[in-house]
């Protein structure tokens, strides 16, 4: 099972390599990609350092391409997928129908995978996009129960990556429109989620305030855990009850689900993360490391052991952790 | 010779009924709408695969009487499925011999690709002229757009049209913004999906979620998150009709529906103004802007 | 103990804005990355040893802000956090959660900052100068 792990930066692909990431995924400083923050990301000039780090280690790169292209940019994306081939890039993520036809067509060479950003949740649409486009990796959607992650690997030769760790959409990747609802920059088109210059931190008599163009997303009591100002993971107010009303902060956590995935037929592993730093990588990574080598070495007496349950905890976003759709009471 | 009467007249279509209702008040509504200014009509479960108050074969019969009044009908499929059961379904609405078919997935698309005259719906994803002129190709004559899209961005996609494909968008009604696995009705009367008792019948406009200081902002419904303002694009008629837009799509309500339809009819085929019954909406999105916002 | 707060300010600006000029006249740190700062003010405060530093970003580098200016961004954690930060031992988001570090103001150039210091290799840096 491939470790599959996050870059937003040189350092923090370093750090994922150092600790034992099999992949390393990172993304471009422009709207081509979902964590279009400012700041982040890779130019050419750090890709290629990034490349020879990994490829000097016999380590892989993927370069997520995971936006929808428009009339107006469709070169910007073309012009990545030009840049991934032409660097030695070992694969890309796309989630662009017209996208992947055109990687595919123009480098037939260039590995793709199809990002969660899809939003294929069954084998029928996996199988479709690899007939079409000889797609060879797919990320499911963080919605699907364990037996429905089965269902989709057992009827299809596509091999099946699922997220493992870190920040949790509660919705359907690319089906979520809200943060462009409050603030106009869209995940599908732009690449980002409650974008920074949308986002106000305010110390309030109240407590700590996070807004959202203004709309109160939460108010946090001293010393509450503190969430992410996404519109998901905030308190509001329904038919007379106050309450986290979609999600509560939290992260998630898969890491004693590990030998279910196995036996499910799951092939990659993925950490959420690229917009946090070297430190979260390398703590983050070298905890799965060593869980998949503890799976791959004994596969039938895997237990998570507590030091990997307090590392990863102390990263949670909000006070908890989550087994999130694989686990049936979480729908 | 202007844009508009090249394409001529503007058509209205009825989005597929997003709430939970008795099966009777849907008959009824239905009854209405065969009545209504509605060109097109979209039918089927496209929220949550546990609503069961509508058989498959009920949609047929809805289908039926609103054929013999004169609509086109369009199946739509779910687009979210998670198991088997969620497949076959999209399996029986593609194989569906009667009326045009509505993709909402890549796997619909799939089973649709060969066939001709199907619809590619709002939930594909497609932003750019390349990924339309692929959707043609594979038998799409009629491209929804993406809820946020921008004026723009639908101009980009219908710059390069492909011969016989018709553009619509969502026009009127609460925006359906997010899918989720998770069950937020549910979650609200602390019950699992699963046993959710079918509580979305108690809301048949969804549960209106509010800020922590009183400000409306979304509707949930079940496993969707819509907005809670109406969006409208009613301010907006004469870009839309420049974009090359030809469809208009109302989402259904539970009260007013018949009367939007009306009243944007009217307005299309140039009456000067008409009130509709919302008066908080918002049209953020054709202008580029947070979609709360109304920018016209 | 509020003892330092009582000292000038300046000092710790001035040694602060030493280390981001090392990082950015080695080529460590990118001019362009840090564009969208030039003419904001940042305050850092240490809030256990009650210390307030006032950094603004121009055509020179970083220098201590004049006296009395509005700060853009605020950060505010203790000094051993700002540490850890700093030495790559602890996550900012992780902080964050739990509330050990404290941003207002603009997110935005909060996000620059910590991202254009996230990029810094600092391997690159002759070892002498790194200081751990």
Sequence with gaps: MDLVCPAGSLPALKAAIDHGADWVYLGLRDSTNARNFAGLNFDRAALLQGLAYAHARRRKVLLALNTYPQAATWRRWTDAVDLAADTGVDAIIVADLALLDYAHRTHPGLTLHLSVQGSATNYEAINFYQERFGVTRAVLPRVLSLAQVELVARNTSVEIEVFGFGGLCVMVEGRCALSAYACGDSPNTFGACSPGHAVRWEETAAGLESRLNGVLIDRYAPGERAAYPTLCKGRFEVDGATYYAVEEPASLNTIELLPDFLRAGVRAVKIEGRQRSPAYVAQVTQVWREAIDALRAEPERFVPRAQWIAALGRHAEGSQQTLGAFSRPWK | MTRETERGRLKLALGPLLYYWPRTAVMQFYAGIAESAADIVYLGEVVCSRRHEMRFEDWVEVGDLLAAHGKEVVFSTQPVTESEGDLKLVRRVVQNARWRVEANDMGAVSLLAGATNWVAGPYLNLYSPQSLAMIAAMGATRWVAPVEVTQGIARGVLAERPAGMEAEVFAHGRLPLAYSARCFTARRYNLQKESCAYRCLEHPDGMLLKTREGLPFLVLNGVQTQSAKCYSLVPDLASVRATGIDVLRVSPQSAGTVETLAMLRALCDGASSGALPETDTCDGFWHGRPGLELAA | ?132
């Design chain 3, 1 to 132: 103990m509020k003892l330092l707060g009582l000292l000038p300010e300046w000092p710790p600006a001035v040694a602060l804005s030493a280390a981001l000029e090392i990082a950015l006249v080695s080529g460590l740190l990118s001019r362009d990355a840090l564009e969208p700062l030039r003419g904001k003010t940042l305050c850092i405060e240490a809030r256990d040893l009650g210390v307030r530093v006032r950094l603004t970003y121009g055509a020179l580098g970083f220098r201590p802000a004049a006296r009395g200016s509005d700060a853009d961004l605020e950060i505010k954690a203790a000094f051993a956090d700002f540490v850890a930060l700093a030495t790559r031992r602890e996550d900012p988001d992780t902080l964050f959660f739990t509330r050990r570090l404290v941003m207002t103001g603009d997110t935005d150039l909060g996000l620059i900052a910590k991202n254009a210091l996230d990029a810094i290799d600092w391997s690159r840096l002759p070892r002498p100068l790194r200081g751990f």
